[in-house]
């Protein structure tokens, strides 16, 4: 009885102490010296081998950004959070970017099931909190009702597949086609966009990524080559499946049987090469891209970027993802800096919706974004890799497709994209 | 007030730390609460392991999975069928506690790495499971929303006060329903039963019905714990309960004393606070992505051997030594 009444004594003492402590205050993470930005994405992990480098590609181009100046004065700082590709990590470090690192707004985050969960848990739309350039093709992030405040930077998988099926029903007419796609949110906005598209498929496989194997990639690909004639495989998952499948391929004999074709998230040469597929079997394969090629010195994007990330991203290789980090750490300086002097949320929202759509970016196919689209980039083009793991426009010249995520038609498109600014420092407003 | 008796006494005390915690809910910032929300679920996920290895012996190293079940089970309830988040979480509880039971009939049987083993199986292959049903929405799941808070707690009542309330209460009443049950003549059943199952069988337990209760039990409490959990995050899917978590609900009860149920909540407290702990050194002392990333991994496996070495009955039972 007596250690109960002391326990007791303790508790409504504690209580007591406690109903005199003052509430606390937010802070939007804006002075007149600093921006603060934050970033949620996994950086361990399998998925963290595979992007890990996107926030460090961010930074170096903010650093590159802080030495010439930074935004109207103001230096950006980028919090870093790893996610390890899980939900609930994801959840608890975006909440933590938001209330504990006080960040302005958040930039470059990636995955899809880790990332609506996070924007919800944050409660981003609630607080307003500008959440751009998000690494995902899923199209329900284009839902402003449901995310008002997300901008997502890649074209939606839907897009990619309908821009396919046009590709595939001009180039390849009379061939039959089979589909080998991912069996989660990616590869089935990918089905859907080629049913949209129009294309009869022969076979369809959808596998689950943690149950593909050697030994049924090996029997997949002896049932597709029952097919007469040269089929078309259309590869729509990650780029170790492509790689997996590769490998059976090579050892089945089976490379010169089908015509390869690989989604944009798995047919990157240089990931393809260090997994280990032979430089033979990706010569002629044919990718679907909407950025420049990594490798293409002559681009001015690349080469500017490559400068930037030999001076301050030290001892990292530049490719398709240094790249894409680059890339959106760029987008978000031409945002911060059309959002004005006078920094605000709500001011760098609008301002991505009314000047997005024109911001010099690295990508051969349109910006789309404005009040009613958050979704960026809205197109593709097609290309062929060589052995060297090069991606040549198909054909020999550049032809970009448009479309969108919806019944809309897939469109040839003109687009030529703006000039890099000079020495890649933004001078927008 | 000498003449309470030791359950009144109990349903004070409860009601004391809940009215606390309700006073420390409206003092601290919203990341707290939110930190706060998952010690509570935690706490409820590590007293489930608690009832079910402490108390009947049995040894479960898949509570991940009951947590799935009981999270998809509210998930649907609030997205699919549109049931209010009260009633979701206590479908979440009783689909968990069937699940529970089947499972209980199939490994009652079953004792030591035979019973860890099968457990094991059921927490790596139940998440991913769920890839095959598309009503249960692939890698992407099923969204949890318990919606804005009621309008009559004002417009300053933040999501994760509300959070925090629910979680809170949630843990604050089941594991007050299961120190009551404890201290019956189950209790005792189910220590008998884990100290010697045939001395008990001899005084006439019926120890295989007792192992499926307290499995069905315990699996009640997780699936309650899940669907907290996938409520914090707002939606529930595959990768949301990993192995690691099954283990790190297994550290935060070896950490607690497994044997006791009391002071389980500093289980769900080291949790939540070895992340903050390692964030806090590496921002003092500075360090690279990789030092960073594998902190709090190296902090909780440091605990787990400090615990097991220095105070294998929880630190509990360390204090009680000093008298």
């Known amino acids: ?429 | 007030m000498h003449n309470f008796s030791a359950n009144k006494k109990r349903l004070l005390l409860f009601v004391l730390f809940g009215w606390l915690l309700l006073l420390v809910g409206d003092r601290v910032g919203e990341l707290r609460q939110y930190q706060g929300s998952f010690v509570a679920t935690y706490t409820l996920a590590i007293a489930s392991i608690i009832l079910l290895t402490g108390y009947s012996g049995q040894l479960s190293l898949g509570h991940s999975a009951l947590m799935a079940v009981g999270a998809y089970a509210g998930a649907l309830s609030i997205n699919n069928a549109h049931l209010h988040p009260v009633i979701a979480l206590i479908i979440a509880t009783l689909v968990a506690g069937l699940f529970g039971l089947i499972l209980g009939f199939g490994v009652a049987r079953l004792s030591g790495p035979y019973l860890a083993g099968t457990t094991l199986a059921l927490a790596v292959s139940l998440p991913s499971l769920a890839n095959q049903f598309p009503i249960l929405g692939g890698e992407q799941g099923v969204a949890f929303d318990v919606g804005a808070p009621p309008a009559r707690f004002g417009e300053a009542f933040s999501q994760y006060k509300w959070f925090f309330w629910i979680s809170s209460l949630a843990a604050l009443i089941m594991i007050w329903l299961i120190s009551n049950l404890l201290s019956s003549k189950y209790g005792r059943s189910f220590r008998a039963m884990r100290d010697n199952q045939v001395a008990a069988q001899l005084t006439g337990i019926n120890t295989g019905r007792l192992k499926v209760t307290a499995f069905t039990i315990s699996a009640g409490m997780a699936g309650l714990a899940g669907g907290l959990l996938v409520m914090l995050i707002s939606g529930v899917s595959p990768s949301a309960f990993p192995l690691s978590l099954s283990f790190s609900l297994l550290t935060g009860a070896v950490v607690t004393g497994v044997y006791s149920l009391k002071g389980v909540m500093l289980g769900g407290l080291v949790l939540v606070a070895i992340p903050e702990i390692a964030d806090s050194v590496v921002n003092r002392i500075g360090g690279s992505e990789g030092f960073t990333a594998t902190l709090p991994g190296f902090l909780v496996s440091a605990l787990l051997i400090a615990a097991v070495l220095f105070a294998p009955n929880g630190p509990g039972q360390l204090l009680k030594k000093k008298h």
């Not at chain 1, 911060?336 to 001011?347: D, E, Q, S, V, Y």
């Not at chain 1, 979704?375 to 090069?390: C, D, R, S, T």
Request: no cysteine; glycine share 10%; aromatic share 10%.
């Open chain 1, 1 to 429: 009885m007596k250690r109960f009444s002391i326990v007791s004594a303790v508790v409504a003492a504690g209580a007591m102490v406690l109903s005199i402590m003052p509430a606390q205050a937010a802070d939007p993470g804006v002075t007149a010296t600093e921006i603060k930005l934050g970033v949620s994405t996994p950086l361990t992990g399998s998925a963290g081998l595979a992007y890990g480098k996107v926030p460090g590609a961010m930074k170096a181009y903010f650093d590159y950004i802080n030495a010439n100046g930074g935004v109207y004065g103001r230096k950006i700082k980028l919090v870093v959070r790893d996610d390890k590709y899980l939900p609930t990590l994801a959840a608890t470090q975006t909440t933590n970017l938001i209330l504990k690192d006080n960040v302005f707004a958040l930039v470059g985050a990636l995955g899809t099931a880790t990332h609506t969960k996070a924007y919800a848990a944050a409660a981003l739309a609630a607080k307003n909190v500008p959440d751009l350039f998000v690494n995902t093709g899923f199209s329900g992030f284009g839902n402003t009702t449901k995310f008002p405040t997300t901008f997502t930077v890649l074209p939606s998988y839907a897009m990619e597949a309908k821009i396919m099926s046009k590709f595939i029903k001009e180039k390849f007419a009379g061939q039959a086609v089979a589909l080998v796609a991912q069996d989660d949110e990616f590869g089935v906005d990918g089905v859907n966009g080629f049913k949209a598209g129009g294309l009869t498929i022969a076979s369809t496989t959808l596998y689950p990524t943690s149950s593909i194997t050697d030994a049924r990639a090996k029997a997949l690909l002896t049932g597709l080559s029952a097919i007469p004639g040269k089929p078309v495989v259309v590869l729509f998952g990650t780029t170790d499946v492509t790689a997996l499948i590769f490998k059976a391929a090579e050892s089945l004999n089976l490379v010169s049987k089908f015509t390869w074709i690989a989604g944009s998230v798995g047919g990157d040469a240089n990931t393809l090469l260090a997994l280990g597929v032979k430089s033979t079997t990706i010569d002629g394969a044919i990718a679907a891209s909407f950025f420049p090629d990594a490798k293409d010195t002559s681009d001015e994007y690349v080469s500017q970027f490559m400068k930037i990330n030999e001076k301050y991203n030290k001892g990292v290789s530049f490719d398709n993802i240094v790249l894409q980090g680059m890339n959106s750490a760029m987008l978000t300086v031409q945002a911060l800096r059309a959002a004005g002097k006078n920094l605000t949320r709500t001011g760098l929202i609008n301002a991505v919706q009314d000047k997005g759509a024109t911001f010099a970016s690295a990508g051969r196919v349109p910006l789309n974004y404005s009040a009613t689209s958050h979704i960026g980039y809205n197109g593709y083009w097609f290309g062929q890799l060589n052995a060297n793991g090069e991606l040549k426009p198909y054909g020999g010249t550049l032809s970009i497709f448009t479309t969108d995520s919806a019944a809309g038609a897939v469109e040839a498109s003109t687009f030529t994209r703006p000039a890099m600014p000079k020495n890649g420092i933004p001078t927008n407003s």
